[in-house]
C-alpha cells in the first residue's frame, strides 16, 4: 500500500504511517495547520478499504462542508487499489448530509426550510403579531436560536428574568410551534433531530452502531454539542472512532462548537492512541513562522511547535492601502501581474474576516473582467436583505412608478409582497397616482400602526430625493434599523447586533463616494449587468478563477498564493469579540466577565492564524489607512507578529472623491513594508543538511532539553538560528 502510495507521490512521514496503519480503537490526531491531517485521515481510509478489507459500508467519513466531503470522496478514488465504485458505496459526509439522510431513512418526511429568507418571514410575522416589529430583527433572533440549539439548550429553559429574555423566549416558542404545526424543519433541526431520534430510539441506534463500525472525523475541533453527542453514540459500541484537529483552529465557538471535546477527548476515551503530526508540509518557512508567531499569544492551548520543510526567498508581504477602495486597487494590480507573469487565477485566494469586507474588492474584479469564484453568498453586497430595501428605496426616490422596487419595499412596512402589489396595480388601473404606493392605503385590515408608517415613508421617499447619497441611506437607517440597532450593552443580541451594523457602515462607505443618488444608483446597476454578464460566461473560464472566502469558509484549504484583507482593529480581532458584555450568559455559563474576553479575543486570534496558514507559497495581507471613512489602525495580531507593521505609512493622502469605475490603479495610494524579514530566532536544525528541517525554540526550558531527532529525516538535531 505505502509502495504505491509512493509511486503515486505520497512519501509519508512515520508518524503518518502510524496512524495510516491504525486499526482498532479511539485515535486522536491534534495537530498544527497543513501538516497532514486531512491526508492521513484520507490514507487510513484507504488503507481500511485495501488492505484491511472492511467494506466500504462500514466507514463513516464526516468532513466540515459540502465541497471538503467532495475533494475527500475524488481523493479515495484515487487511492492505490480503489476506484469511484467504493467511494460510491462509503458515506462521505457532512453532519447534516448524515443526520438528514438518517432522519429520511426513518420515517422523517418533515419539508426542509433551506432559504433562511423564509425562515425570517416566518420570525417577522411572529413578531407582528406581538407587536416587538421594531424591538427585534428576525436575523438577529435566528442566529441566537441557532447557538441555542447546538448546544443543545432547550428553549423551554431559557431563563425569563428581563422583559427581553421573556419576548426573546416567546418568540423562540412561536416558531417551534409554527414548525411544527407545518411539519416543517430548518437547518438546525435536522442535528436536534437526528440527536432525539438516536436518544428515543434504541433500534436505529442499535443498528447505526453496526453499520458503521469505522467511523472518521475531520475538522473535530470546531465540533458543536449536538453533532458531539451523535458521533459518541454511535461510537459507542466499538470505538472505532478516528478524529483529527487542531484546537488552535476553533473557529466557531460563538456557533456552538466547543474546542473542549478534542483538548478532552482522552478523558472520554482512556485508550486512545495519540500520533502527533509536528512537520508543515503545505506553506513555507516564513508563513509557518508568521503563523506560530501568532498563534502563540494564546493561553488556552496545546503546546505545539510546527516545523517548516519548505523554503523560499519569499516571505510574507504587508501592505497598508490608504483605503478599501485604494486596497481593492493595488489587489487588482497584483493579480494582474501575476497574470501577465503566467501565473493562474485558479492559484489565488482572497480572504477577509467578514462578508462586507468584499464589497470592494468583487466590484473591482467585476469592472476589470477579473475571473472569480464568491463562496460567500450568490447575492451581491447590494441583494443582501438589509441592504436591498435600502436600495429599493433610493430607487423609489428617483422613479415613483419602479413597480420592482415598490415590491422590495413592501416587506418593511409588513405587507405581504403578492397582496400589495395586486392592489398597487389594481387600482393603477382604476385611476393612477403619482405616487401608487398610497393604494396601499386601500388594504383591508391594515392596521393603524401600518397606515401611519405607510404615510410617513412615503413622505421619507419623497424627501429622499434631493438628497446626498450618504444623507439619504442616512436617513433611510434611522427610520428602519437604527431604533434596533441603538445596542443596549447588556442586551443578549448586541453581539449578533454589531454583524448587521457593519454592512450598514460599509454601505454608507460605499455610497460616500458618490455625488448624486443617481451616479451611485447607476454605478450599483452597472456592476450588477456585469456581475450577471460574468455569470453567463461562467464555463469559458473553468475552473480558473480567484477564489474569494471569508476565513471561516477557508477552513482546511490551501491556496498557493494568499491575499488577506482588511487586517484591522476593529475587523481582526472584530468589534463584536471585543467588548465582554455583549456575550451570552446562556451560552457561556459560569464564565466571568475577563473569561469571555479572552475567549473571545483567543478566537479571533485563531482566526488570524487560519487565514495565514492557507498560504503555501505567497501571502500578502493588507491593512487600509482609513476604514469606512475613519482611521484605522493595524491589527495586534500583525503588529505583534511583524515587526514595524504598525510605523508603515501610506504614501499619499486620503483621496476621498467619487471612484471612476475602471480607474488605473494608484500605485502611489501603497506603501509596502518590505517583508518581515529581520528577526533572528533560536531553533533545532536538523545536521543532516539535506531535508532543511527547522523548530523555533520558544522557551527557555526547551533550549535546556535535548533535541529530539528529526522527524523527516531521523538525523540528529542541533541547536542554531533561523531567520523570520
Ligand atoms: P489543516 O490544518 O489546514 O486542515 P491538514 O493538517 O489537514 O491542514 P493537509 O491538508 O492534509 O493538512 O496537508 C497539507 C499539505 O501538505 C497538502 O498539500 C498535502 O498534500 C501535503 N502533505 C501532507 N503530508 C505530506 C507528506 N508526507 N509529504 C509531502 N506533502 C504532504
Ligand atoms: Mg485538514
Not at 509519508?12 to 486531512?38: C, D, E, I, M, Y
Not at 416589529?133 to 440549539?149: G, H, N, R, W
Not at 475531520?218 to 487542531?246: C, K, P, R, S
Not at 387600482?427 to 405607510?454: D, N, S, T, Y
Request: charged content about 25%; some cysteine; hydrophobic content about 40%.
Amino acid at each position: 500500500f505505502f509502495r504505491e502510495l509512493e509511486r503515486q507521490g505520497i512519501h509519508l512521514n512515520r508518524p503518518q504511517v502510524q496512524a495510516v496503519r491504525h486499526f482498532k480503537g479511539p485515535l486522536l490526531t491534534l495537530a498544527g495547520a497543513g501538516s497532514g491531517k486531512t491526508t492521513v485521515l484520507v490514507c487510513r481510509v484507504a488503507y481500511l478499504l485495501s488492505v484491511h478489507r472492511i467494506h466500504p459500508g462500514n466507514l463513516l467519513l464526516i468532513t466540515f462542508s459540502k465541497k471538503a466531503a467532495e475533494e475527500m470522496r475524488e481523493r479515495i478514488t484515487r487511492m492505490p487499489g480503489l476506484g469511484p465504485g467504493v467511494s460510491a458505496m462509503m458515506q462521505v459526509r457532512t453532519f447534516h448530509a448524515f443526520c438528514l439522510r438518517t432522519l429520511r431513512m426513518n420515517g422523517w418526511e418533515q419539508e426542509i426550510i433551506s432559504d433562511s429568507r423564509y425562515q425570517q418571514i416566518v420570525i417577522k410575522r411572529i413578531l407582528l403579531s406581538k407587536g416587538l416589529q421594531d424591538t427585534y430583527q428576525p436575523e438577529v433572533l435566528l442566529s441566537l436560536l441557532s447557538s441555542y440549539k447546538m448546544q443543545l439548550i432547550d428553549i423551554a429553559t431559557l431563563p425569563e428574568k428581563t422583559e427581553e429574555e421573556q419576548e426573546i423566549k416567546q418568540i423562540f416558542q412561536a416558531y417551534e410551534q409554527w414548525k411544527l404545526e407545518q411539519h416543517k424543519m430548518d437547518f438546525d433541526d435536522i442535528l436536534v433531530k437526528a440527536h432525539e431520534l438516536l436518544q428515543t430510539n434504541p433500534d436505529v441506534l442499535r443498528s447505526l452502531q453496526r453499520k458503521f463500525t469505522y467511523i472518521s472525523v475531520d475538522e473535530f475541533q470546531d465540533t458543536n454539542t449536538v453533532q458531539y453527542e451523535i458521533i459518541q453514540m454511535i461510537a459507542q459500541h466499538h470505538h472505532n472512532l478516528m478524529v483529527v484537529g487542531d484546537d488552535d483552529q476553533t473557529i466557531y465557538s460563538f456557533n456552538g462548537a466547543r474546542n473542549e471535546f478534542i483538548l478532552q477527548f482522552h478523558e472520554k476515551y482512556e485508550s486512545a492512541k495519540t500520533v502527533t503530526l509536528d512537520i508543515n508540509y503545505r506553506s513555507t518557512a516564513s508563513i509557518v513562522g508568521l503563523g506560530n508567531a501568532i498563534i502563540r499569544h494564546n493561553v488556552q492551548r496545546k503546546n505545539k511547535t510546527l516545523l517548516a520543510t519548505r523554503q523560499s526567498e519569499c516571505k510574507p508581504q504587508y501592505i497598508r492601502p490608504v483605503s478599501s477602495d485604494d486596497e481593492a486597487e493595488w489587489l487588482i494590480d497584483d493579480i494582474r501581474q501575476r497574470i501577465e507573469a503566467g501565473g493562474r487565477y485558479g492559484d489565488m485566494a482572497v480572504l477577509y474576516r467578514s462578508a462586507s469586507n468584499s464589497r470592494a474588492i468583487i466590484e473591482q474584479l467585476i469592472l476589470h473582467n477579473l475571473p472569480f469564484i464568491d463562496y460567500g453568498s450568490s447575492d451581491s453586497f447590494y441583494e443582501q436583505w438589509m441592504v436591498k430595501p435600502i436600495i429599493d428605496h433610493l430607487r423609489l426616490s428617483h422613479e415613483r412608478r419602479n413597480f420592482e422596487a415598490m415590491e422590495g419595499v413592501l416587506p418593511s412596512l409588513y405587507i405581504g409582497r403578492e397582496q400589495g402589489m395586486r392592489i398597487i396595480q389594481e387600482q393603477e388601473a382604476v385611476q393612477a397616482k403619482k405616487w401608487p404606493l398610497i393604494h396601499l392605503l386601500g388594504l383591508p385590515l391594515l392596521k393603524e400602526f401600518q397606515k401611519e408608517k405607510l404615510k410617513n415613508r412615503i413622505k421619507l421617499i419623497k424627501s429622499l430625493a434631493d438628497m446626498k447619497p450618504l444623507t439619504a441611506i442616512q436617513a433611510i437607517r434611522k427610520d428602519f434599523y437604527d431604533s434596533f440597532l441603538e445596542t443596549n450593552k447588556r442586551s443578549k443580541l448586541s453581539h449578533h447586533k454589531e454583524m448587521l451594523k457593519e454592512t450598514l457602515d460599509e454601505l454608507e462607505a460605499s455610497a460616500k463616494r458618490f455625488d448624486t443618488v443617481e451616479q451611485f444608483l447607476y454605478f450599483i446597476h452597472e456592476v450588477a449587468e456585469k456581475r450577471n454578464e460574468m455569470h453567463a460566461a461562467k464555463r469559458e473560464h473553468g475552473a480558473d478563477k480567484i477564489a474569494l472566502m471569508t476565513i471561516h469558509k477557508s477552513k482546511g484549504l490551501e491556496f498557493p498564493i494568499v491575499y488577506l484583507l482588511c487586517a484591522i482593529e476593529g475587523n481582526m480581532p472584530h468589534s463584536s469579540a471585543l467588548a465582554a458584555d455583549q456575550l451570552d450568559d446562556v451560552l457561556l455559563a459560569g464564565a466571568t466577565r475577563r473569561d469571555k474576553s479572552d475567549a473571545a479575543l483567543e478566537e479571533e486570534r485563531r482566526l488570524a492564524y487560519v487565514a495565514v496558514t492557507r498560504a503555501k507559497a505567497e501571502l500578502l495581507i493588507s491593512s487600509p489607512v482609513f476604514f469606512r471613512g475613519k482611521k484605522a489602525e493595524p491589527s495586534r495580531f500583525l503588529v505583534s507578529a511583524f515587526p514595524g507593521a504598525d510605523k508603515a505609512v501610506a504614501a499619499s493622502p486620503v483621496g476621498a472623491g467619487p471612484v471612476r469605475a475602471a480607474a488605473a490603479p494608484s500605485k502611489a495610494a501603497v506603501a509596502r513594508v518590505k517583508s518581515a524579514a529581520g528577526e533572528r530566532v533560536a531553533a533545532w536544525v536538523c545536521s543532516s543538511g539535506r531535508c532543511n528541517a527547522w523548530a523555533r525554540i520558544s522557551s527557555p526550558q526547551e533550549a535546556q532539553r535535548a533535541a529530539k531527532a528529526c522527524p523527516l529525516c531521523g538525523e540528529a538535531m542541533h541547536k542554531g538560528s533561523k531567520l523570520v
